[in-house]
């Protein structure tokens, strides 16, 4: 039975809530057209990208999932939004970093195994992946984000996924290498919004909902992790039917994962405690 929608989760790694609207004009300016809605939402603790990560898509929090840490990962015990899209008869795709793959389908990663699968059997349908190997301060080691928007572009013109997400590490490592408040940040945020905007409408006319947002916050020394509004607080903007709270809400993190399953039609399990915001 096919799901009731399709849906699309842009994670733009370390984007602090503070620079989404001075430098993203086109996801703004689908706001004031009434294309898109914004809100602001709140990151788990620690704000830590793998942390993060393994809680946007269980719905639960990091001292539950056990990845405390970057350097603490394995398969994620608790249900997931690919693992509970698939068991109800949908397909899903993951262009992404390669933590997502070790904490959603197996551990550890593999590169040539799994660099890039399709397989009709697991919770991820189609992976796509990045390592980033030997990442540092002086070489960033990210790929092209316009590649990364093709290539989920791909999986959804060949494959037909019903939920894909997309996660870019760009702003990220610029911002643990610049900071936050400096003309090189500046010039990547423009380049990350502009080639967005190449394949957000294709994706709408494709009829995808899409919800673009950030993982954590970032300091403008470029840290975060910690219990603070800058390393925590990021955007959500979301491009879709369903209906929300009024824009002054402060959104959880932990929200996201039974807010996309609903949006699919797909039942929320039990673990997923906190209450969808679109409906």
């Known amino acids: 039975m096919p799901l009731s929608s399709k849906l699309l989760l842009i994670i733009l790694d370390g984007l602090p809530y503070r620079n989404w609207k001075p430098f993203m004009g ?11 809605r914004v809100w602001k939402m709140r990151s788990v603790l620690p704000s ?18 056990g990845v405390l840490a970057n350097e603490i990962r394995h398969r994620v015990t608790q249900p997931d939004i690919f693992s509970e899209v698939t068991a109800s008869g949908g397909k899903t795709g993951a262009v992404t970093h390669s933590y997502w793959s070790e904490f959603f389908n197996r551990y550890p990663f593999e590169m040539v195994r799994d660099i890039e699968y399709d397989e009709p059997d697991s919770p991820i349908t189609h992976g796509r992946f990045h390592t980033m190997t030997a990442y540092g301060h002086d070489n960033q080691m990210t790929p092209s984000d316009v590649d990364l928007f093709a290539t989920l572009t791909m999986l959804c ?8 997400i997309l996660h870019t590490c760009t702003l990220d490592s610029m911002g643990h290498r610049f900071g936050h408040d400096c003309g090189q940040m500046d ?32 300091t403008n020394r470029g840290h975060h992790g910690g219990h603070d509004d800058e390393m925590q607080d990021v955007a959500l903007y979301y491009f879709g039917k369903g209906r929300g709270p009024k824009a002054d809400v402060l959104l959880d993190q932990l929200q996201l994962a039974p807010t996309i399953l609903k949006r699919l039609g797909v039942e929320v399990p039990s673990t997923m405690k906190a209450k969808p915001f679109l409906t």
């Not at 990208?49 to 990091?62: D, E, F, L, R």
């Not at 013109?157 to 894909?164: K, S």
């Not at 380049?191 to 494709?206: H, N, R, T, Y």
């Open 26 to 36: 086109n996801l703004e300016g689908w706001v004031q057209s009434g294309d898109a």
């Open 48 to 65: 830590t990208s793998a942390c993060c990560y393994a809680s946007i898509h269980t719905g639960v929090s990091p001292q539950v999932h």
């Open 157 to 164: 013109v060949r494959h037909g996924i019903d939920y894909g």
């Open 187 to 218: 010039h990547a945020l423009a380049v990350m919004d502009a080639m967005l905007a190449a394949f957000l409408p294709k994706w709408l006319e494709m009829g995808y909902e899409v919800i673009v947002t950030a993982d954590h916050g970032q």
